[in-house]
């Protein structure tokens, strides 16, 4: 294992290390684990993490997250993953992508889902998050615009659920189904709203809007 591997960002470090393991100490005893592939600017996890919970919310606790059965590799693919037996727990504020599947967040009703998405806007983004790039859609609450995801927020990862990531332009291929791309907020570097058919800017038709709902304003 390379020496340093995960190691805390200066300036976003926040809690000691005594208060780090006593937050893993807890999440451990009251958790059942969850899938998750995590990736730093160089490497890329994959395992289990113990969250009790959505895996955002585990995230978003900024504290040392206990970890268990994790393999690694290379972020470009260049080397299969091997097995690192010794890793126990991770930092979150190490990580800038972490592709969620559908185990991720606890079982909901389809009256659950519409009320969890109630009065939030669906943009299509493509987000910068060197040397990673995420295409998806994010919700939003009315009055947010997609560039102020660059903004620090309470909310440290923010989810792009269908979310597709690329490194170099090669897409980034799982072993299992992906609902959303959780993307940490401190890395993003761009925010552009797209057209995700293309995957590009949506191209300004000529004319002016006959009325209605425009494809900014959609609810999902």
Do not use: C
């Not at 299969?80 to 592709?99: A, E, Q, R, T």
């Not at 599947?101 to 889902?113: C, F, H, I, L, R």
């Not at 060197?130 to 609450?141: E, I, K």
């Not at 490194?167 to 709203?193: A, C, H, M």
């Amino acid at each position: 294992m390379p020496f340093d591997f995960l190691r805390r960002k200066p300036a976003a470090a926040k809690a000691g290390g005594a208060a780090d393991a006593q937050a893993a100490a807890d999440e451990r005893a009251g958790s059942a684990t969850v899938p998750f592939e995590g990736l730093t600017d160089e490497w890329r996890l994959r395992g289990r993490m113990y969250a009790s919970g959505r895996l955002s919310d585990a995230l978003n606790r900024r504290a040392e997250t206990p970890i268990t059965d994790v393999s690694w590799a290379p972020a470009d693919g260049s080397a299969p993953f091997s097995p690192v037996p010794g890793l126990k727990s991770v930092d979150p504020y190490d990580l800038i992508l972490v592709l969620a599947g559908p185990d991720s967040v606890p079982p909901m009703t389809e009256e659950e889902k519409v009320a969890h998405k109630v009065h939030k806007l669906a943009f299509d983004v493509a987000i910068e998050a060197p040397p990673y790039r995420v295409v998806g859609t994010v919700y939003l609450r009315p009055g947010t615009e997609p560039a102020q995801l660059m903004d620090r927020s309470t909310e440290m990862f923010v989810p792009v659920v269908g979310g597709v990531a690329s490194i170099g332009g090669q897409e980034i291929s799982t072993e299992g189904p992906v609902d959303s791309v959780l993307v940490n907020r401190f890395y993003v570097r761009g925010v552009e709203q797209i057209d995700l058919s293309t995957g590009e800017k949506p191209v300004k038709l000529p004319g002016q809007p006959l009325g209605g709902t425009t494809w900014r304003e959609r609810v999902r």
